[in-house]
Protein backbone atom coordinates (compact mmCIF):
# COMPACT_ATOMS: atom_id res chain seq x y z
CA UNK A 1 0.00 0.00 0.00
CA UNK A 2 2.88 2.55 1.45
CA UNK A 3 4.78 1.16 -1.76
CA UNK A 4 1.99 2.33 -4.51
CA UNK A 5 1.35 5.17 -3.21
CA UNK A 6 5.19 6.66 -3.20
CA UNK A 7 5.09 5.12 -7.30
CA UNK A 8 1.83 7.70 -7.42
CA UNK A 9 4.07 10.38 -5.82
CA UNK A 10 7.19 10.45 -7.83
CA UNK A 11 5.92 11.55 -11.36
CA UNK A 12 4.18 14.43 -9.32
CA UNK A 13 7.57 15.30 -8.06
CA UNK A 14 9.43 15.49 -10.86
CA UNK A 15 7.09 17.50 -12.24
CA UNK A 16 7.05 20.52 -9.90
CA UNK A 17 10.93 20.11 -9.96
CA UNK A 18 10.53 21.11 -14.00
CA UNK A 19 8.52 23.87 -13.50
CA UNK A 20 10.96 25.58 -11.01
CA UNK A 21 14.16 24.73 -12.48
CA UNK A 22 16.75 26.75 -12.59
CA UNK A 23 19.55 27.89 -15.07
CA UNK A 24 22.69 26.04 -14.96
CA UNK A 25 24.62 29.20 -14.59
CA UNK A 26 24.72 30.66 -10.93
CA UNK A 27 21.86 33.71 -10.94
CA UNK A 28 23.55 36.44 -8.29
CA UNK A 29 20.08 37.94 -7.70
CA UNK A 30 16.82 37.36 -8.86
CA UNK A 31 15.96 41.02 -9.53
CA UNK A 32 15.17 42.39 -12.87
CA UNK A 33 17.58 43.74 -14.77
CA UNK A 34 15.97 47.02 -15.10
CA UNK A 35 16.75 47.64 -11.27
CA UNK A 36 20.30 46.37 -11.42
CA UNK A 37 21.30 46.21 -14.74
CA UNK A 38 24.51 48.23 -16.13
CA UNK A 39 22.33 51.09 -17.70
CA UNK A 40 20.59 51.58 -14.29
CA UNK A 41 23.92 52.19 -12.18
CA UNK A 42 25.19 54.09 -15.03
CA UNK A 43 22.21 56.15 -14.34
CA UNK A 44 22.71 56.10 -10.66
CA UNK A 45 26.31 56.68 -10.02
CA UNK A 46 27.41 58.76 -13.17
CA UNK A 47 31.00 58.32 -13.81
CA UNK A 48 31.38 62.22 -14.80
CA UNK A 49 31.99 63.63 -11.41
CA UNK A 50 35.30 61.54 -11.13
CA UNK A 51 38.19 63.65 -12.43
CA UNK A 52 39.84 62.53 -15.92
CA UNK A 53 43.82 63.08 -15.18
CA UNK A 54 46.50 62.75 -17.15
CA UNK A 55 49.06 60.90 -16.03
CA UNK A 56 51.23 64.28 -15.68
CA UNK A 57 48.67 66.09 -13.93
CA UNK A 58 48.17 63.14 -11.24
CA UNK A 59 51.76 61.66 -10.94
CA UNK A 60 51.15 59.63 -7.93
CA UNK A 61 47.66 58.03 -9.96
CA UNK A 62 45.52 58.63 -6.77
CA UNK A 63 42.76 59.80 -8.48
CA UNK A 64 44.11 63.70 -7.22
CA UNK A 65 44.25 63.22 -4.12
CA UNK A 66 46.55 65.95 -2.16
CA UNK A 67 48.51 64.32 0.15
CA UNK A 68 49.24 65.78 3.45
CA UNK A 69 53.29 66.11 4.23
CA UNK A 70 54.67 62.36 5.17
CA UNK A 71 55.24 62.94 8.62
CA UNK A 72 55.19 60.36 11.02
CA UNK A 73 52.68 60.70 13.62
CA UNK A 74 55.13 60.13 16.82
CA UNK A 75 57.05 62.84 16.18
CA UNK A 76 54.08 65.42 15.97
CA UNK A 77 53.73 67.39 19.09
CA UNK A 78 52.30 65.28 21.77
CA UNK A 79 51.04 68.33 23.98
CA UNK A 80 49.40 70.10 21.31
CA UNK A 81 45.40 70.30 21.29
CA UNK A 82 44.78 67.95 19.02
CA UNK A 83 41.00 66.54 18.28
CA UNK A 84 42.23 62.78 18.51
CA UNK A 85 45.07 63.05 20.94
CA UNK A 86 45.67 58.99 20.47
CA UNK A 87 46.39 59.69 17.17
CA UNK A 88 47.49 63.72 17.14
CA UNK A 89 45.09 64.35 14.31
CA UNK A 90 42.43 67.25 14.45
CA UNK A 91 38.84 66.94 12.64
CA UNK A 92 38.64 67.16 9.44
CA UNK A 93 42.23 66.74 8.67
CA UNK A 94 43.18 64.95 5.08
CA UNK A 95 44.77 61.64 6.24
CA UNK A 96 48.11 60.47 4.13
CA UNK A 97 47.33 57.49 1.85
CA UNK A 98 50.01 55.76 3.71
CA UNK A 99 48.17 55.88 6.92
CA UNK A 100 49.06 52.86 8.24
CA UNK A 101 52.60 53.73 7.75
CA UNK A 102 52.63 56.83 9.24
CA UNK A 103 49.97 56.10 12.09
CA UNK A 104 50.24 56.12 16.07
CA UNK A 105 50.51 52.67 15.85
CA UNK A 106 53.18 51.74 13.64
CA UNK A 107 56.27 50.69 14.12
CA UNK A 108 58.05 52.76 16.91
CA UNK A 109 60.95 54.76 14.77
CA UNK A 110 63.85 54.56 17.28
CA UNK A 111 65.58 58.18 16.54
CA UNK A 112 67.82 58.12 19.91
CA UNK A 113 70.72 57.07 18.80
CA UNK A 114 73.02 57.06 15.36
CA UNK A 115 73.56 54.38 13.69
CA UNK A 116 77.51 54.99 14.32
CA UNK A 117 77.26 55.12 17.76
CA UNK A 118 75.13 51.75 17.92
CA UNK A 119 77.82 49.62 15.95
CA UNK A 120 79.92 50.93 17.79
CA UNK A 121 78.08 49.51 21.08
CA UNK A 122 77.03 46.11 19.35
CA UNK A 123 81.26 45.87 18.74
CA UNK A 124 82.09 46.56 22.45
CA UNK A 125 79.24 44.02 23.26
CA UNK A 126 81.47 41.14 21.04
CA UNK A 127 84.52 42.33 22.39
CA UNK A 128 83.08 41.84 25.96
CA UNK A 129 81.99 38.67 25.58
CA UNK A 130 84.97 37.07 23.83
CA UNK A 131 87.14 38.41 26.21
CA UNK A 132 85.45 36.47 29.25
CA UNK A 133 84.69 33.71 27.06
CA UNK A 134 88.70 33.61 26.99
CA UNK A 135 89.39 34.35 30.64
CA UNK A 136 87.08 31.63 31.83
CA UNK A 137 88.85 29.29 29.26
CA UNK A 138 92.36 30.28 30.55
CA UNK A 139 91.48 29.74 34.19
CA UNK A 140 88.76 27.05 33.96
CA UNK A 141 90.67 23.47 33.93
CA UNK A 142 90.39 21.01 30.91
CA UNK A 143 88.21 18.48 30.84
CA UNK A 144 90.67 15.16 31.12
CA UNK A 145 90.72 14.01 27.67
CA UNK A 146 91.19 10.02 28.15
CA UNK A 147 88.43 8.38 30.78
CA UNK A 148 89.78 7.15 33.86
CA UNK A 149 90.36 3.45 34.27
CA UNK A 150 88.90 1.97 37.58
CA UNK A 151 90.10 -1.29 39.21
CA UNK A 152 87.94 -4.00 38.53
CA UNK A 153 85.50 -1.75 36.86
CA UNK A 154 83.58 -0.91 39.96
CA UNK A 155 81.38 -3.73 39.49
CA UNK A 156 80.00 -4.24 43.58
CA UNK A 157 80.28 -0.24 43.95
CA UNK A 158 77.91 0.12 40.56
CA UNK A 159 75.28 -2.89 41.75
CA UNK A 160 77.19 -6.59 41.02
CA UNK A 161 77.11 -8.65 38.45
CA UNK A 162 74.70 -7.79 35.47
CA UNK A 163 74.85 -3.90 36.28
CA UNK A 164 77.09 -1.86 33.83
CA UNK A 165 80.64 -1.11 35.10
CA UNK A 166 82.71 1.63 34.73
CA UNK A 167 86.21 1.15 32.26
CA UNK A 168 88.92 -1.15 33.96
CA UNK A 169 92.52 -1.79 32.75
CA UNK A 170 92.66 -3.96 29.64
CA UNK A 171 89.61 -2.57 27.91
CA UNK A 172 89.42 -1.57 24.38
CA UNK A 173 90.32 2.48 24.13
CA UNK A 174 87.03 4.51 23.15
Known sequence: MLSSRIVRAAPLRTAALAVRRLPLIQTRTFL???MVGR????????DSDYP?????????????YINPPRVKR????PHADWWDKQERRNLGEPVHEDNDILGIFSTYEYTWISPGKGLAQLGAF???FFGVVFSVKQVYPDRVSYPREFEGG???ELGGEGAIRARMEGDEDP
Open 39 to 46: AKLDEKYP
Open 154 to 156: LVR
Open 52 to 64: KLTAAEDPEMNGG
Open 126 to 128: IVV
Open 32 to 34: PES
Open 74 to 77: QFRD
